[in-house]
T-cell receptor, first 111, second 117 residues
Framework: AQSVSQHNHHVILSEAASLELGCNYS??????LFWYVQYPGQHLQLLLK??????LVKGIKGFEAEFIKSKFSFNLRKPSVQWSDTAEYFCAVQGNNRLAFGKGNQVVVIP | GAVVSQHPSWVICKSGTSVKIECRSL??????MFWYRQFPKQSLMLMATSNEGSKATYEQGVEKDKFLINHASLTLSTLTVTSAHPEDSSFYICSARYQGGGNQPQHFGDGTRLSIL
């Protein structure tokens, strides 16, 4: 079964700073990749997804992620964060009919 | 720690059958559990939010009589797909949140693949 690693569980940064969250997975087959966001008190929402094609994926709210197959990575980026980006971010990898989530990154943006 | 067990992982059954999926938090108490559904090539969609001891809150478009949710204890929530039909075939995943409110982390089960023939 696949596994997903997200490092630096707690991230604190100032508004306008750039954000990059790492996601690495272990699985040898074809995968679908997702980033979800959970704002305080809310349920998961999809930020972006990758199934095939251009490995650079653009999502909502200015987020993007790049799939690097050779590195088994799908890192999430945003060039300039806002206070409203304070949330928890989950990377998810789907392979062989299984969906695995990382432990999440708690991101706090200071105004 | 913080393991969520979902059972069964895969079920195949005939049309008209009712199917029960269990979601258990193994080493923590979960006030809130969420049930999601994923269609092929799509992302998760929230079906309902389940709070222990009270009725589940269903998302718009989700039939509560079709998808029965019971959260009878702090460690167990069940989703029953009643009189399942082929269009109910999907991947169902639950998550559980620590007792303690909205800022607590959420932990996911491995999902259940439901195939209705």
């Amino acid at each position: 079964a696949q596994s997903v690693s997200q490092h630096n569980h707690h991230v604190i940064l100032s508004e306008a700073a750039s954000l990059e969250l790492g996601c690495n997975y272990s699985y040898g087959g074809t995968v679908n990749l997702f980033w979800y966001v959970q704002y305080p008190g809310q349920h998961l929402q999809l930020l972006l997804k990758y199934f095939s094609g251009d490995p650079l994926v653009k999502g909502i709210k200015g987020f993007e992620a790049e799939f690097i197959k050779s590195k088994f990575s799908f890192n999430l980026r945003k060039p300039s964060v806002q206070w409203s980006d304070t949330a928890e971010y989950f990377c998810a990898v789907q392979g062989n009919n299984r969906l695995a989530f990382g432990k999440g990154n708690q991101v706090v943006v200071i105004p | 720690g913080a393991v969520v067990s979902q059972h069964p992982s895969w079920v195949i059954c005939k049309s008209g059958t009712s199917v029960k999926i269990e979601c258990r938090s193994l080493d923590f108490q979960a006030t809130t559990m969420f049930w999601y559904r994923q269609f092929p090539k799509q992302s998760l969609m929230l079906m309902a939010t389940s709070n222990e001891g009270s009725k589940a809150t269903y998302e718009q478009g989700v039939e509560k009589d079709k998808f029965l949710i019971n959260h009878a204890s702090l460690t167990l929530s069940t989703l029953t797909v009643t009189s399942a039909h082929p269009e109910d075939s999907s991947f169902y995943i639950c998550s559980a949140r620590y007792q303690g409110g909205g800022n607590q982390p959420q932990h996911f089960g491995d999902g259940t693949r439901l195939s209705i023939l």
